[in-house]
């Protein structure tokens, strides 16, 4: 069974049991700016799953592209990789814990569809604790699917040993918990299926955690039952319907099929180690090229299918992400010997092979090549400097052991190397990279180049810079606003930016009144509308003043300042950073008024 005929059957079969399938939603999440990335199938799905009615009704099912950049630097061994699929079945307040297990244990074993063994099945339930109890109604369903197998399944002991009679075994939450996806959100126990992928090595009777990471049991399957809704606060809540969440990686399943031990060596990835082993004239099948055919393929994939959604290379977020991805595959192809342009011609296979599926890969394959070429030429300009620059950087910073935050961050501006390239090739030589010394470094080069703050290079979670700049740009013009409705006695006194909102105090003795209100968020949200470019210039205090600009006028004077201005609508002093323009901001939103202390307010906002 080839991967496309299995996605077909998976979604035959919930067909079958009345779902509709809907269409995979793009890489980019729509509404959500908690994630970079859809991680998941139910990513798309949460306000359905939070109880908003689905046009398609209660049984949904797909297949899902994905991309978890968690794991970026490990792609190269033979589990990790970038890009995925997941297919997935849902109940929105629909059936629950029976149909979901009955259902996913007759896909899996059923001759018709999966055919797997179930001797070779074995599955994880949540074991309880103070947020919710043991799941013994899933043992229980569990226990009457393998009977009608003729096996007598038993919960593993308190040891977590597995053999073939005890195959069900009960964990925590960090292995038997799925959700949020954001920091909030629907979330629930879940149940896990793995299958013995070695049954010649003999019996199992190890604990389930070293048969895992022995890669003898491998998880294909994840049922989830959403009962809860996770709260800012941690605590967590019934939801008002019990959802079914399930997905289960398409690339794991065809590794299950295909008898081999890593997707690379399916034909999931096939056809691409082909076309890098044809391009470089290596072969994959020595050792030493492996790693790197194995990286290109990855990111190559993944940087395909998100350009497809409209990211592009950029210093930032998503943006940033794809940058990473495109230069370090570059950089294995140069390993591999290959000097000149090659990611398009990669992702030409790509594209071929999954444009049934996802149409939009040929729709935007002219924008696919065309972003791939740009930024390969870009980084190649400098590539050769940079590493040879890097090697001198290395060897100078042998006796320190580490190469300085501000040689990491000089590799990043002059070379476009970014930090995680930086290290990885500094890992090679066996030195680290000072990382806190690099993100000091960029925050002070940050207010000059007005990008966003280190954030991005933690965690992947990038946003949290460039929604403080535009935070940022709001209180400016909310101040500029404020004037114009209460007058201009209305001074700034304090201002406050979390990832979240921002909060401005002012002077100002008087509650005030709704109609205020709403007229100054209207004033705001029409400068936004006009997507006016926000200027920096750089001044002496005396002239900033003279030209009519507010701020925090200190007793320096003589020095230089630079004053943000927004056309004649706002003029400040102030050290940035801030969005290029108002149109990026989004909608501006008053939260709170209150009295912050005598003859002064604080207001509260939000951008959504
Ligand atoms: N949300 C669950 C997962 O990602 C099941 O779809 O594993």
Redesign the pocket.
């Known amino acids: 069974m080839t991967a496309n005929e299995l996605r077909q059957k998976y979604l035959d079969f919930f067909k079958e049991k009345g779902h509709a399938i809907i269409p995979s939603a793009p890489l980019v999440p729509e509404n959500d700016p908690t994630v970079l990335f859809t991680t998941?199938?139910?990513h798309p799905l949460v306000p359905f799953l939070m109880g908003e009615k689905h046009p398609l009704g209660t049984r949904l099912a797909n297949a899902q592209k994905c991309v978890r950049t968690g794991d970026i630097d490990d792609v190269g061994d033979n589990r990790h990789n970038t890009f995925f699929e997941?297919l997935?079945n849902w109940s929105l307040g629909d059936y629950f814990k029976k149909e979901a297990i009955e259902w996913s244990f007759e896909f899996i074993t059923g001759e018709k569809w999966l055919g797997f063994d179930p001797r070779r099945l074995y599955v994880t339930v949540f074991e309880g604790d103070d947020d919710a109890p043991l799941d013994q109604e899933s043992i229980n369903i569990w226990k009457e699917q393998f009977k009608k197998a003729g096996i007598e399944a038993e919960v593993a002991g308190a040891d977590k040993k597995v053999s073939e009679n005890h195959r069900i075994i009960p964990l925590g939450k960090d292995d038997n918990w799925?959700?949020p996806a954001g920091e909030t959100g629907p979330c629930g126990p879940?149940t896990e299926m793995f299958y013995d992928v070695s049954p010649e090595k003999g019996q199992l009777g190890d604990t389930f955690e070293s048969l895992v990471n022995n890669f003898r049991l491998l998880e294909f399957w994840?049922d989830?039952f959403m009962e809860y809704n996770k709260k800012a606060d941690g605590t967590f809540e019934k939801l008002i319907q019990q959802n079914v969440?399930?997905?289960m990686g398409l690339e794991r399943v065809a590794v299950i099929m295909s008898g081999k031990d890593n997707i690379f060596d399916t034909e999931v990835f096939q056809p691409l180690i082909r076309k890098i082993e044809e391009i470089s004239g290596k072969s994959y099948h020595d050792e030493e090229n492996k790693s790197a055919m194995r990286i290109v393929a990855d990111h190559i994939k993944a940087a395909t299918f998100m350009i497809a959604d409209g990211v592009v290379p950029t210093n930032v977020e998503r943006g940033y992400i794809l940058r990473r991805l495109i230069r370090r595959a570059i950089r294995q192809g140069k390993i591999l010997g290959i000097e000149n342009n090659f990611a398009a011609k990669i992702a030409e296979v790509v594209i071929s092979e999954y444009k049934e599926t996802y149409p939009e890969l040929e729709r935007e394959s002219g924008k696919i090549a065309e972003e791939l070429n740009q930024e390969e030429v870009r980084f190649r300009e400098t590539l050769e400097k940079g590493l040879k620059k890097i090697k001198e950087i290395i060897a100078e910073s042998r006796s320190a052991e580490k190469i300085s935050g501000e040689k990491a961050f000089y590799l990043f501006s002059t070379f476009g190397f970014p930090l995680e390239l930086t290290k990885e090739i500094a890992n090679e030589h066996g030195i680290a990279v000072d990382e806190e010394n690099f993100h000091e470094e960029f925050k002070k080069h940050q207010e000059l180049s007005r990008t966003v703050s280190a954030g991005m290079f933690r965690g992947g979670l990038a946003d949290a810079g460039d929604k403080a700049a535009h935070l940022h740009t709001a209180t400016h013009l909310l101040l500029a606003a404020l004037r114009k409705v209460l007058g201009e006695h209305v001074q700034q006194k304090g201002s406050n930016i979390t990832g979240e909102r921002l909060r401005l105090d002012f002077s100002h003795d008087k509650k005030m009144t709704a109609e205020e209100i709403a007229e100054v968020e209207k004033l705001v949200n029409e400068a936004i509308e006009k997507n006016i470019p926000v200027k920096c210039a750089e001044m002496t205090l005396e002239d900033a003043q003279k030209s009519g600009a507010i701020g925090v006028f200190g007793d320096k004077y003589g020095e230089k300042v630079k004053v943000y201005s927004i056309y004649d609508f706002s003029s400040e002093i102030c050290g940035g950073p801030h969005a290029p323009a108002t149109g990026e901001l989004g909608k501006f939103k008053i939260t709170k008024e209150e009295a912050s202390s005598a003859g002064v307010r604080r207001i509260k906002a939000v951008l959504e």
Do not use: I, L
Request: hydrophobic share 40%; proline share 0%.
């Open positions: 998941a199938g139910m997941m997935g799925w959700g879940d994840n989830v969440d399930t997905g």
